[in-house]
């Protein structure tokens, strides 16, 4: 709000003005695509109401690395988010690298039609950064004191027990961790919660063993031959329950589906669907989506309050007051 609003100051110059009102998302990702899609969303059904000044000059771009924006979801998705941002006005940019960020413009490295890297500033009033995250310094510190860490570079390197190599009862998870799946959201938090079923199950083995050798030491002093057989019986299913527990398997990703928003009260979801893969996109899976995002509320609470909300919006447009 603050870029629009200073876009229509007097004496503002036409190249001030583009550059205010220029919206730049950094990362084709599902964060980076939704959130270009909101920002065209809320232009289309409220700025450009309250503000009609700008309505020329609003522009978003969307800046991506890679070939293509969505690299997770299937061919024919991409294309039809790429023809959804078009009729959206939406920009997208694909190979093309940022490499430095200013004030007012980022500098960006593409490969022209004749095969040469141009290095091209950006300029911009709003730049959203959607894309990974460098090392924290926690990180990187751990790091240099782990020898074989030495040739990582984007993290921890974990076992399949996402455990660090070349430590002991080190655990990395998320974004801090190399393992053998993308880093999303999904991915960190089935190995949250295989972490959490590992950590139980390392507890139980501790207070097993614990009991077997109590259990020993009371053997050792039984009185007689039947109370000592009434002891092993229980020490043989204590360790039957030991073996049980120390079964567990190494983490194993399940890809439950992609879902990302893309404008126009439209959605492109690619879902595993038995042995293969359902892909759908438009207002209908719009529908679903937001039927997803409502599962993912922790309390029916919540639920209602993000319904009221979307309805609040549809109805009187989006809140953009300040106190």
């Given at each position: 709000?603050?870029?629009c609003?200073?876009?229509?100051?007097?004496d503002?110059?036409p190249e001030?003005?583009?550059?205010?009102l220029?919206?730049v998302?950094?990362?084709g990702g599902?964060?980076g695509?939704e959130?270009a899609?909101?920002?065209?969303?809320?232009?289309?059904?409220?700025l450009?109401?309250w503000?009609?000044?700008i309505?020329?000059n609003f522009?978003?771009?969307?800046?991506?690395?890679?070939?293509q924006v969505?690299?997770?979801?299937?061919?024919?998705l991409?294309?039809?988010?790429?023809?959804?941002?078009k009729?959206?006005?939406i920009?997208?940019?694909t190979?093309t690298m940022?490499?430095?960020?200013t004030e007012k413009?980022?500098?960006?490295?593409y490969?022209?039609?004749?095969g040469v890297?141009?290095l091209?500033?950006i300029?911009?009033?709003?730049?959203?950064?959607?894309?990974g995250?460098a090392?924290r310094p926690?990180v990187?510190?751990l790091?240099?004191?782990?020898p074989?860490?030495?040739?990582?570079?984007?993290g921890?390197v974990?076992n399949?027990y996402?455990?660090?190599?070349?430590?002991?009862?080190v655990?990395?998870?998320g974004d801090?961790a190399?393992a053998?799946?993308?880093?999303?959201?999904?991915?960190?938090?089935?190995?949250?919660a295989?972490?959490?079923?590992?950590?139980?199950q390392m507890?139980?083995?501790?207070?097993?063993?614990?009991e077997?050798?109590?259990?020993?030491?009371?053997?050792?002093?039984?009185?007689?031959?039947?109370?000592?057989d009434?002891i092993?019986s229980?020490?043989?299913?204590?360790q039957?329950?030991?073996?049980?527990v120390?079964?567990m398997g190494?983490?194993e990703y399940?890809h439950q589906?992609?879902?990302?928003?893309i404008?126009?009260e439209?959605?492109?979801a690619d879902?595993?669907?038995?042995t293969?893969?359902?892909a759908?996109?438009?207002?209908?899976?719009?529908?679903?989506?937001?039927s997803a995002y409502?599962?993912m509320?922790?309390?029916t609470?919540?639920r209602?309050l993000?319904i009221m909300?979307?309805?609040k919006?549809y109805v009187?447009?989006r809140?953009?007051s300040?106190?």
């Amino acid at each position: 709000m603050d870029c629009c609003e200073t876009a229509t100051f007097k004496d503002q110059s036409p190249e001030e003005i583009k550059r205010l009102l220029h919206m730049v998302v950094v990362g084709g990702g599902p964060t980076g695509v939704e959130f270009a899609g909101e920002l065209q969303d809320f232009f289309e059904n409220d700025l450009r109401k309250w503000i009609p000044e700008i309505a020329n000059n609003f522009h978003v771009t969307l800046v991506e690395a890679l070939p293509q924006v969505l690299p997770m979801f299937s061919k024919n998705l991409i294309d039809y988010t790429e023809q959804t941002f078009k009729e959206e006005t939406i920009e997208i940019r694909t190979k093309t690298m940022v490499k430095n960020v200013t004030e007012k413009y980022i500098e960006a490295e593409y490969v022209d039609a004749a095969g040469v890297k141009q290095l091209d500033k950006i300029p911009y009033g709003l730049l959203v950064w959607a894309t990974g995250n460098a090392l924290r310094p926690v990180v990187k510190d751990l790091m240099s004191q782990i020898p074989a860490q030495k040739d990582s570079r984007r993290g921890l390197v974990v076992n399949e027990y996402l455990v660090v190599k070349g430590a002991e009862n080190v655990w990395a998870i998320g974004d801090c961790a190399i393992a053998n799946y993308a880093p999303t959201a999904q991915v960190a938090s089935q190995e949250g919660a295989f972490l959490a079923r590992l950590f139980n199950q390392m507890a139980k083995t501790d207070e097993i063993q614990e009991e077997l050798s109590l259990l020993s030491e009371k053997q050792a002093v039984a009185a007689n031959k039947e109370l000592r057989d009434v002891i092993f019986s229980d020490i043989k299913e204590l360790q039957k329950r030991l073996r049980r527990v120390k079964q567990m398997g190494p983490f194993e990703y399940s890809h439950q589906g992609s879902l990302a928003y893309i404008g126009s009260e439209k959605a492109v979801a690619d879902i595993s669907w038995f042995t293969g893969n359902l892909a759908s996109g438009g207002q209908l899976t719009y529908l679903f989506w937001r039927s997803a995002y409502l599962s993912m509320c922790f309390s029916t609470r919540n639920r209602v309050l993000v319904i009221m909300d979307w309805m609040k919006s549809y109805v009187f447009g989006r809140d953009v007051s300040r106190e």
